[in-house]
T-cell receptor, first 116, second 113 residues
Framework: KAGVTQTPRYLIKTRGQQVTLSCSPISGHRSVSWYQQTPGQGLQFLFEYFSETQRNKGNFPGRFSGRQFSNSRSEMNVSTLELGDSALYLC???????????????FGEGSRLTVL | AQSVAQPEDQVNVAEGNPLTVKCTYSVSGNPYLFWYVQYPNRGLQFLLKYITGDNLVKGSYGFEAEFNKSQTSFHLKKPSALVSDSALYFCAVRDIRNNDMRFGAGTRLTVKP
């Protein structure tokens, strides 16, 4: 069974640009969560999508947005990039609606964004 | 809202010695508790979880964790550390009422030969 796939793995942008990151969850998983990881702030929850609906949202500015498609694939977008947006962006999937699921997340390898 | 605390930024142990990585949590209701490990430039890998039942939970790579409800703790343990266990470890708690998963700040484990 294929794991969670994130693309691209690495990217470099300049301040003011925008970026879109993609996440393909494990087959059958309908929930996708996004996290930002930085050395200073640790793992910060961005948002969670389930069946194309945003179910939870963390404390990030409106420049950070996401969406989920009918095939459960998800994208997140960051507009007007700032230096502080440099981070590892992690996507995780889970299947909270399946019987017996106990809610562990399965993570992708992440997309490392560098903003210059 | 639920929260997780990992009181140690760094834990150093010698190879072959037992290791403990500490975690305390706060959540309304019954917690779902998890440990994850992260190697450099990789995503997080699931190690083990506590949902209900025995307080001692066994997981991958010889790790185990002890759930203590009165102390609201879920410490990760291993009887004999390996150099390859050196990594960043995260404790997490899921509030089943809102399905929200929150992570601790992480503890960097270094095992020295």
């Amino acid at each position: 069974k294929a794991g969670v796939t994130q693309t691209p793995r690495y990217l470099i942008k300049t301040r003011g640009q925008q970026v879109t990151l993609s996440c393909s969850p494990i087959s059958g998983h309908r929930s996708v969560s996004w996290y930002q990881q930085t050395p200073g702030q640790g793992l910060q929850f961005l948002f969670e999508y389930f069946s194309e609906t945003q179910r939870n949202k963390g404390n990030f500015p409106g420049r950070f947005s996401g969406r989920q498609f009918s095939n459960s694939r998800s994208e997140m977008n960051v507009s007007t990039l700032e230096l502080g947006d440099s981070a590892l962006y992690l996507c995780a999937s889970s299947s909270p609606r399946l019987a017996g699921n106990t809610g562990e997340l399965f993570f992708g390898e992440g997309s490392r964004l560098t903003v210059l | 809202a639920q929260s997780v605390a990992q009181p140690e930024d760094q834990v150093n142990v010698a190879e072959g010695n037992p290791l403990t990585v500490k975690c305390t949590y706060s959540v309304s209701g019954n917690p779902y508790l998890f440990w994850y490990v992260q190697y450099p430039n990789r995503g997080l890998q699931f190690l083990l979880k506590y949902i209900t039942g025995d307080n001692l939970v066994k997981g991958s790579y010889g790790f185990e964790a002890e759930f203590n409800k009165s102390q609201t703790s879920f410490h990760l343990k291993k009887p004999s550390a390996l150099v390859s266990d050196s990594a960043l470890y995260f404790c997490a708690v899921r509030d089943i009422r809102n399905n929200d998963m929150r992570f601790g700040a992480g503890t960097r484990l270094t095992v020295k030969p």
